[in-house]
């Protein structure tokens, strides 16, 4: 019998080790397939279309309201955990990862189909003139500065998304704790500074 057990509880720890060997390299692979993906799109290394399609006007806007309701679903998960409510803690997660990945494919959607946004371009010529540079004043360093904060973090944060989402789903509550409590900060920022970085660049798109 005392065999049969240690047979049985190695055999679990030895697939444990492997199930989470699998997920540690599935994270990896995904979060560095969408790194990949971004700053090809976001220095333009492939040809957008000739012809913009009438929909991609409607994305920024789309992406910050994505933005918003993600930001207000995490603080609603925060407040839920704190009421000891695993079960809606849960479910406002879920739906707060499913929202911020219908974002990633709208962003990327967006970034591969229209033509590149600076700040300040007033006329829409995507040449920034020394009058545009002065209308636009200090300001414009200031959204570059939340830009490239935002565009980091939010590539940081993705393997530790989705290794939260994996230790909670498993109720390896102690391991989920420690991530998140990296996570939770900075995808609560990357989706807040989202919504601001569409607020001062939006008066600078021209379909």
């Not at 967006?110 to 300040?120: C, I, K, Q, R």
């Not at 565009?151 to 230790?167: C, E, K, M, N, T």
Request: a positive charge; one cysteine or more.
């Amino acid at each position: 019998m005392f065999y049969a057990d240690f047979w049985l509880k190695t055999n679990d720890l030895r697939l444990k080790k492997m199930t989470d060997k699998f997920i540690f390299r599935f994270v990896a692979a995904v979060s560095i397939f969408v790194f990949v993906v971004v700053l090809v799109l976001n220095r333009h290394l492939i040809p957008a279309p000739a012809q913009v399609p009438s929909f991609v006007a409607y994305l920024p806007k789309l992406n910050a309201a994505l933005n918003g309701t993600c930001s207000i679903l995490l603080l609603t998960s925060l407040y839920f955990i704190k009421q000891k409510n695993i079960t809606i803690h849960k479910r406002v997660n879920i739906l707060a990862f499913c929202l911020s990945s219908l974002f990633l494919v709208s962003y990327i959607l967006f970034h591969y189909l229209a033509p590149e946004t600076m700040y300040g371009d007033i006329n829409g010529d995507h040449i920034l003139s020394d009058a545009e540079k002065a209308t636009a004043g200090n300001i414009r360093y200031v959204y570059y500065v939340i830009l490239t904060s935002h565009i980091i973090l939010a590539a940081v944060v993705l393997p530790l998304i989705l290794l939260s989402f994996y230790r909670g789903l498993q109720m390896q509550v102690e391991k989920h704790k420690r991530l998140v409590r990296w996570s939770f900060p900075i995808w609560l920022y990357v989706t807040v500074t989202g919504v601001i970085v569409y607020l001062m660049i939006s008066p600078y798109y021209h379909f």
